[in-house]
């Protein structure tokens, strides 16, 4: 599996000195997002399978750091998607998600992929951009 983005670059993202806790998880989460907007993405790839493109790569590593970093804004600092939820009983299973606005929420999440569906776009990565070889 690729994963686009560094901790490094995911704490610059964040403008921390050193990654957060989960860095690793949390991108690897986020890259699996990042590679299903690039499914069908026509790009030329080095021999790892990355945008070989510089500018391409970095938009590939922005994407996944604005995925991650949406989904820590929503408390799921790993990208096991356990943030959501204010409350859970085995019992008789109640769930009970966090209202909007909370960390854990998900209120943040959508704006996340679309900022990383944006990010990509304007590099030319989204399936169907003319001039994308």
């Not at 069908?40 to 994407?63: C, F, K, L, M, V």
């Not at 019992?91 to 900022?115: F, M, N, V």
Request: aromatic residues 6%; hydrophobic residues 35%.
């Amino acid at each position: 599996m690729l994963v686009y983005a560094t901790p490094d670059q995911y704490a610059e993202w964040l403008g921390l000195d050193a990654p957060p806790p989960g860095a690793a998880q949390a991108l690897r989460a986020a890259s699996t997002e990042v590679g299903s907007l690039l499914l069908t993405a026509r790009y030329a790839t080095d021999e790892d399978g990355y945008p070989s493109d510089p500018e391409q790569r970095q938009a590939s590593a922005d994407a996944t750091c604005a995925l991650a970093a949406a989904a820590r804004t929503d408390g799921d600092t790993t990208g096991d998607g356990a943030g959501p939820w204010s409350s859970v009983a085995i019992g008789s299973a109640q769930l009970t998600r966090r209202s909007p606005g909370t960390p854990g929420s998900s209120t943040s999440t959508t704006p996340g992929l679309a900022r990383a569906y944006a990010i990509l776009q304007l590099a030319g990565l989204v399936p169907g951009v003319p001039g994308v070889c």
